[in-house]
């Protein structure tokens, strides 16, 4: 019965988690997290997966204004890194994702590679650790300063709003923050990042394409979009979502930016 109540308690804050509802079929929360449960008028406040179909909701985002503004600056200091040669500068700050599945046809995985892995990142902000990384940032100056100090990446919230109690049993780790970060990733020739979601509805994530060979796309909520270097794709990464690079030969490099929504800003303050 205890156990039962405990169970209880750890579902009801589990939703506390998110202010915002889960109402599309292609959402889901990962990470074992359960969504707030949609009412019946949350349903004309339905999300969509992709904002960049609507170039004026793109415009209206602080953070999708600074990274356009800055994107040429962006792209010069990136290729005058040269990143992908085999002696490039900052070469080993790359380190491998393990979060996600990503294959390839040889059946390497991102464990087994290191640095070189088929799917890797380097890390400018992380909501974790609260601190923009100094050493990143003088690799890439223009990404840091034209976001440092946006509150819709460094807002930092209480976790589980609500709630009144914790329900992590003893010994258990505190939860992490859902958002923000900002980071390089890398995803090379023939490979694939298989499906998966976000731990939360309340942010969007934007893309900035650096270096993207022909053959690399992003799929969310079953629609394909090409990256492109030197643009923007903004989606909302609660939909299922999964990448692909078929190039054979040449990587695919991006800025990654998640920021909170304007809607998930409101409910929490």
Known sequence: AERKTAFSKEEEALQALHVLPWVHPEQMPCCGLIGRAARAEDAARAPRPWISDDPAAVSDLTVARALEEAAPEILRQVLSLAWGGSESPGEDAFVSLEGHGVERPDGVTGVTQGARAPWSELVLYDAVKGEWDQAACAMLPAACSALQGLPEIEA??????????????????????????????????????????????????????????????????????????????????????????????????????????????????
């Open 156 to 269: 930092k919230f209480a976790p589980f709003e609500g709630t009144g109690e914790a329900f992590f049993f003893e010994g258990a780790e505190p939860p992490k923050p859902l958002c923000c970060r900002v980071e390089l990733l890398r995803l090379g020739p023939q490979a694939h990042i298989v499906p998966h979601t976000a731990p939360t509805n309340e942010r969007l994530k934007a893309h900035l394409g650096l270096s993207v060979p022909e053959g690399a796309a992003l799929v969310v909520a079953g629609e394909a979009k090409p990256w492109r270097t030197g643009e923007l794709l903004v989606f909302d990464d609660s939909f299922w979502h999964e990448a692909w690079n078929n190039h054979t030969t040449e990587g695919r490099l991006i800025l990654s930016v998640d920021f909170w929504k304007y809607a998930a800003m409101r409910e929490r303050r």
